[in-house]
């Protein structure tokens, strides 16, 4: 087809000064705007450009939005940690980049000493904390061994995880068993109860859950997550429709079982009093679209976003398993009955996972209700989501969002657009309790640091060298 | 201080929509805390914690809405209740449509939402090759009115727009007119069937108010940047310019203005003007014997139109020689009368003569001088001189000062873009030169059209009243001077030492 350019009524968008925008109106040519930012360091200006005029990283980019979004999560049973993740006596996992226990915060500390007690029950917890000051306890992050795990996100080698497989690739991904709300390992406690509840998971609800998943065909999570969309959940901060959705796929499974009825009983209602029993299958279900992304060379596409309480960490496709950190915020939002400002504890846990696979804050627009954690409006969730198309180069296929007309949620954050626009990801969070042991004291939003995408894209530009001159 | 604890049966509100009536009600004067929750387990804990009665909330189930308060006094915790209450009353009730205006934080989706045909660009030049990429890709024409993007650069985004078929304006591009509509610096022009492309940006506005003024009407005007026609870019964008054009059915006849161009470039450019079915003259504004009144006559001539002899107005000052300062705002202006005058009266300086062009250091000049005005070196940190003067009334504040007396040569560009008064901006700083000296002499070239804003008639008047010599074209003014200079003072053999 011919260029129009001279023969075809003009539809101006313009970016810069505003006298050209002011003679254009003046002409009755109303142009559409650009609200352009010099980026966030402006010294990136070549490797930006340099990135934007590659068809190479295009395409690389375009192979990491295809490998995200074509991913087909399966929930296929329940192992223990020492099975699927390989884990090692005295060695834990953890939620976010890498970190040294002396930087630790309350939660993630707390969480690591109730998950040695529950793996070496004649231990105190002052022992434990000598254990991993001296280094005889090793602690890794869960994005390491093919995990994620919610807030503190710590897993111990005998905790049962959901393993999670992808049709299409035979990848697989794990994730342990949501704990539910109010004093639990994850928020950083680890009084009796809390390892009670641990042991109970172990011992009554992960082999029910197995049994009942091999009882049925394999259970097709990115169908929950897509029908969750529709009813008003986000997959991050509200789990409420995924949840409900999960019991109804395993429901008449679940009560045919030859088990004591109280057990099956205790399973099912342990299920639905916790909204957040789906975030546990959510999550993994998007570190395996997520992994399938990583090491596309060029690809500046964002595989994982995490945070260990002290550090908000990303990894980018283009530059392999190189964590970009900066300090974790603390979370603005709305706080729980009793608690103030200062009880909060900064930004925790994989679960932006899903933000990194277009849910969570991405998906705000399905998700009204929760827009009230940062005191919004129900326009505010809109607008949240259609900020996030400028910073994504895709949108999904299944995840689809019926306030902007089915439009596909955002999907494929790329770091060269952060930094262009000084956008950074909306990320939906729960607010951990600062004191180890608290639990959740609140949820809102928190803005990931924009010194991962500047130290991202500066490391990517020096590694891309040798890349880019022959492509 | 009191407890109220009340209970609403089989209600359901969300768990935020009632953490966030709870916030503000804890806000209230005298409210010291407070629970608005539904009665599960876990909020029963909750207000147990906070000192209610166990059996006020036995008999419960989870579809009940709790509602604890504790404050100072009965009439405060009364009035709480009443904002509860109208805090959720308010979610029920529906909101407007969500405001759809939007905000594009990037080019490309700036491009993608308007569904546009053109991007323009106006950004610091490190920072276009991004926006204008993105667009690009989007299938979008793209004007770059901004300098100071590489020559890298521009050779990438003008194989991505040749690999799109797709056209790059610019960069520095700061004319253009499509559909009508002006684009940057341009004039009023009536429509009609000839079409200008232009490496040079007051080169086309020239031609363009020239043809205007004898009844030629003008389709489109398209600006390719000062570099296209180097080598190094090969004329990229000129080619696409001269396809589009040549398959516009508005467009009869095809003018391309250019500084002279890389000599491989000619001969592509040469290929592809045959290959055209429309008509095309060429001006290479800078070779000898061109410049762009000539470009316009030879148009009108090949439509057979007539084209009247350019409009002056002279003062009736005799003319005396002198030492010549040519002070532009249009680069291929100057370029154009310094061709002239070098041609006839022998070599004059330009900008790169000097080491640093200060007002002083111009104005202490004792040989013949041409300055674009516009040239990068002195635009930095200022607007171009089309918009502001305040550059050119000093260096003519400064000539004042000097004992000799000076020729002055300059142009008034108006139209869209430009200054709202260029006459009027430099009128002060020039009836103090032409009253220092009684052989001061001043001339001008004026570039616009009668329906232009800043009024070319009233232009006319302010510098014909203030004593200077007027001209239409700017060829014609630069061949008077260099007739005075030739009869004066003689050829002369060098540039300044």
Not at chain 1, 251 to 265: F, Q, V, W
Not at chain 1, 292 to 315: E, H
Not at chain 2, 399 to 408: E, I, V
Request: glycine share 10%; with cysteine.
């Amino acid at each position: 087809m011919p260029n129009s350019l001279v023969s075809s009524e003009l539809r101006i968008a313009t970016a810069g000064i505003d006298p050209i925008d002011d003679a254009l109106i003046n002409q009755s040519s109303i142009p559409t705007t650009t609200q352009w930012n010099l980026p966030s360091d402006p010294s990136l200006a070549p490797i930006l450009s340099t990135i934007a005029l590659s068809d190479a990283v295009t395409s690389a980019n375009e192979k990491a939005l295809a490998c995200l979004t074509s991913a087909r999560p399966h929930l296929i049973g329940i192992d223990t940690a020492a099975n699927a993740v390989g884990l090692e006596k005295g060695t834990f996992l953890h939620a976010g980049p890498p970190i040294e226990w002396e930087r630790t915060s309350g939660p993630l500390r707390g969480a690591l000493i109730g998950a040695a007690l529950l793996e070496n029950p004649d231990e105190t917890p002052e022992g434990a904390i000598r254990l991993f000051e001296n280094g005889k306890f090793k602690i890794e992050p869960c994005h390491h061994r093919g995990a994620v795990g919610p807030m503190a996100g710590v897993i111990s080698r005998s905790m049962p995880m959901f393993v999670i497989e992808d049709s299409i690739t035979d990848r697989r991904a794990y994730c342990t068993l949501n704990e539910g709300l109010g004093k639990v390992l994850r928020f950083g406690a680890y009084s009796k109860e809390v390892i009670d509840r641990l042991k109970w998971i172990e011992k009554v609800l992960a082999p029910i859950m197995h049994e009942t998943i091999n009882t049925g065909d394999p259970i097709e999570l990115y169908t929950i997550v897509s029908e969750a969309l529709q009813m008003g959940d986000e997959c991050h901060n509200r789990n409420r429709a995924g949840t409900s959705l999960f019991l109804r796929a395993i429901g008449s499974n679940l009560i045919k079982l030859k088990r004591p009825s109280s057990d099956l009983a205790a399973c099912f209602s342990f299920i639905t009093s916790n909204d957040h029993f789906f975030l546990n299958l959510m999550m993994p279900a998007g570190k395996l679209a997520a992994d399938s992304a990583r090491d596309i060379p060029g690809s500046t596409i964002v595989v994982a976003m995490a945070r260990n309480g002290t550090d908000f960490g990303i990894q980018l496709s283009g530059t392999g398993d190189e964590w970009f950190t900066g300090p974790c915020a603390v979370p603005k939002g709305l706080l729980f009955p009793g608690y103030g400002p200062e009880d909060a504890n900064p930004d925790l846990g994989d679960s932006t996972i899903a933000e990194t696979v277009g849910v969570g804050g991405f998906a705000m627009a399905a998700a009204p209700a929760i827009v009230k954690f940062v005191g919004g409006t129900s326009d505010l969730a809109l607008a949240s989501t259609r900020a996030m198309y400028d910073i994504t180069v895709g949108e999904h296929p299944l995840f689809r969002l019926p306030p902007l007309n089915f439009r596909g949620t955002p999907v494929g954050i790329d770091a060269a657009l952060v930094c262009r626009t000084r956008q950074v990801p909306f990320v939906n969070t729960g607010i951990a309790g600062k004191q180890a042991g608290v639990g959740q004291v609140g949820a809102g939003l928190v803005e990931p640091p924009i010194k991962c995408f500047n130290d991202a894209l500066r490391h990517y530009g020096e590694v891309s060298k040798d890349w880019f001159s022959s492509h | 201080m009191l407890k109220h604890l009340e209970l609403r049966r089989d209600v359901y509100y969300d768990s935020v929509v009632l953490f966030q009536a709870s916030s503000q009600l804890r806000e209230l004067d005298g409210i010291d805390e407070c629970l608005v929750a539904m009665a599960t387990e876990l909020n029963i804990r909750l207000l147990h914690d906070l000192g209610f009665k166990s059996e006020d909330t036995d008999d419960t189930s989870t579809s009940d809405l709790i509602i604890a308060v504790q404050g100072e006094s009965q009439e405060i915790i009364g009035r709480a209740i009443q904002v509860l209450d109208s805090n959720l009353e308010s979610q029920a009730t529906p909101r407007s449509e969500p405001d759809s205006t939007q905000i594009h934080r990037s080019l490309g989706r700036a491009v993608r939402a308007a569904n546009a045909n053109l991007a323009i660009i106006s950004l610091p030049g490190p920072h276009v090759a991004p926006e204008a990429a993105d667009a690009l890709r989007e299938g979008t024409n793209v004007m770059i009115f901004s300098d100071g993007v590489s020559i890298k650069e521009e050779q990438k985004l003008k194989a991505l727009a040749t690999s799109h078929d797709l056209l790059v304006m610019g960069p520095d591009c700061g004319t253009a007119q499509l559909s009508g509509v002006g684009l940057g610096f341009c004039n009023d022009l009536s429509p009609g069937q000839v079409s200008i492309v232009a490496a040079s940006g007051t080169g086309a506005q020239h031609l363009s108010c020239l043809l205007d003024a004898n009844g030629i009407g003008i389709s489109s005007i398209i600006g390719v940047g000062g570099r296209d026609m180097s080598d190094e870019i090969g004329g990229s964008s000129t080619l696409q310019a001269l396809r589009i054009l040549d398959s516009d059915t508005s467009t009869a006849h095809i003018a391309l203005i250019s500084k002279p161009p890389g000599k491989k470039t000619v001969r592509r450019i040469n290929k592809i003007i045959k290959s055209l079915d429309t008509p095309v003259t060429i001006g290479l504004i800078g070779d000898p014997g061109v410049d762009l009144t000539k470009v316009a006559r030879e148009i009108a001539t090949t439509q057979n139109l007539p084209f009247r002899k350019p409009r002056l107005k002279l003062s009736g000052a005799p003319a005396t020689g002198g030492q010549l300062i040519g002070l532009f705002s249009g680069g291929t202006l100057a370029s154009e009368a310094a061709q002239i005058i070098t041609d006839t009266a022998g070599p004059i300086a330009g900008i790169d003569t000097f080491e640093i062009p200060t007002p002083q250091a111009i104005a202490d000049r004792k040989d013949n001088v041409i300055l674009d005005l516009g040239d990068d070196r002195m635009t930095m940190g200022r607007p171009h001189p089309m918009i502001d003067g305040t550059l050119r009334c000093k260096i003519i504040k400064e000539l004042t000062l000097k004992p000799a007396p000076r020729l002055l040569l300059f142009d008034i560009i108006l139209g869209f873009g430009s200054n709202p008064d260029p006459a009027g901006e430099i009128a002060n700083a020039l009836d103090g030169f032409l009253r220092s000296h009684s052989k001061a002499r001043a001339i001008a070239s004026v570039v616009g059209t009668s329906r232009d804003p800043q009024g070319l008639d009233q232009q006319w008047q302010t510098l014909t009243a203030l004593g200077c010599d007027v001209y239409e074209s700017n060829a014609e003014a630069a061949s008077a001077i260099a007739l005075d200079l030739l009869t004066n003072n003689g050829k002369s053999e060098s540039t300044h030492a």
